[in-house]
């Protein structure tokens, strides 16, 4: 038996079956968990959520900003832009299935010793306090005000976690820090002007994963979302972003020996 985590599928289905077939995954007695941004972009969302929500019992995903943007889309009043690609979902006929079944799953997974998570845990959070934001924002997705609850979620502000903030600022925080962020202060305040690679922070800013005061930097932590991310090489951080959607690759990481299998996109 072994887990793989992989990177932004983001609707490639067919590169993720090619990559199912090199790693020899089985639905027997492997486990997948996906990293966030399973659709948009690509041309088969629908298969891919699909794929997804047919086999839980041996696969699990984080949401990713594409995943929320497709239910923001659909329950919120957020408009599609000429980008997404996820119209396949929205029109097909087992789609009010499928969005229930998005809604549902979590921003981040806490399994034995790892976390999952699309973007990031801010520098200033323990395991304690992201697991709660976490389950903050799913009691939410899952409430009777989804519509209204999607819609106040599209809001650089506030850039900054606070006990202080109300329920809804808090979740707002938190879905911009675990599927959003890339570059941060030590404090957690968030930036979201740059999105090249680690060593190109802004003035005052880090990479979240390069703050040296970060409470969880003695824990693995996968997660996507950078694609422009290049040569990281730091102890327990697991970049899975290849770039497929962008014509890069697609790669899943065998958990037991770090081994990272890809197909190109």
């Known amino acids: 038996m072994s887990d793989y985590l992989i990177g932004d599928v983001q609707g490639c289905y067919d590169s993720l079956q090619s990559l199912l077939n090199k790693i020899e995954f089985s639905l027997d007695k492997d486990r997948i968990f996906f990293l966030g941004d399973v659709v948009n972009r690509g041309n088969k969302s629908l298969e891919t959520l699909e794929f997804i929500k047919a086999h839980t019992d041996n696969?699990?995903?984080?949401?990713?900003?594409?995943?929320?943007?497709?239910?923001?889309?659909?329950?919120?009043?957020?408009?599609?832009?000429?980008?997404?690609?996820?119209?396949?979902?929205?029109?097909?006929k087992n789609s009010k299935k499928l969005l229930e079944f998005l809604s549902q799953q979590p921003l981040l997974i806490s399994d034995?010793?790892?976390?999952?998570?699309?973007?990031?845990?801010?520098?200033?959070?323990?395991?304690?306090?992201?697991?709660?934001?976490s389950t903050l924002v799913q009691k939410h997705l899952q409430g009777e005000n989804l519509s209204q609850f999607l819609t106040q979620m599209y809001n650089n502000q506030p850039d900054t976690w606070g006990e202080h903030l109300s329920e809804l600022e808090q979740c707002r925080y938190t879905i911009n820090a675990m599927m959003r962020m890339r570059f941060c202060r030590a404090n957690g305040q968030l930036e979201f002007d740059h999105k090249m690679n680690f060593d190109q922070a802004p003035d005052g800013y880090k990479a979240w994963f390069k703050h040296e005061n970060r409470l969880l930097k003695e824990t693995?932590?996968?997660?996507?979302?950078?694609?422009?991310?290049?040569?990281?090489?730091?102890?327990?951080?697991?970049?899975?972003?290849?770039?497929?959607?962008?014509?890069?690759?697609?790669?899943a990481i065998r958990r037991s020996d770090k081994q990272i299998f890809s197909v190109n996109c």
């Not at 900003?65 to 929205?90: E, Q, R």
């Not at 697991?238 to 890069?248: I, K, L, T, V, Y």
């Open 59 to 92: 696969i699990s995903m984080v949401l990713g900003n594409h995943d929320f943007h497709l239910l923001a889309c659909t329950f919120g009043a957020i408009t599609p832009s000429n980008k997404d690609t996820f119209s396949d979902i929205i029109s097909a």
């Open 112 to 133: 034995e010793d790892v976390l999952i998570v699309h973007a990031g845990i801010p520098p200033n959070w323990t395991k304690e306090i992201a697991l709660a934001q």
């Open 220 to 251: 693995d932590i996968f997660f996507g979302h950078w694609s422009t991310l290049a040569n990281v090489e730091q102890k327990h951080i697991f970049p899975m972003d290849h770039g497929c959607a962008w014509g890069g690759r697609l790669s």
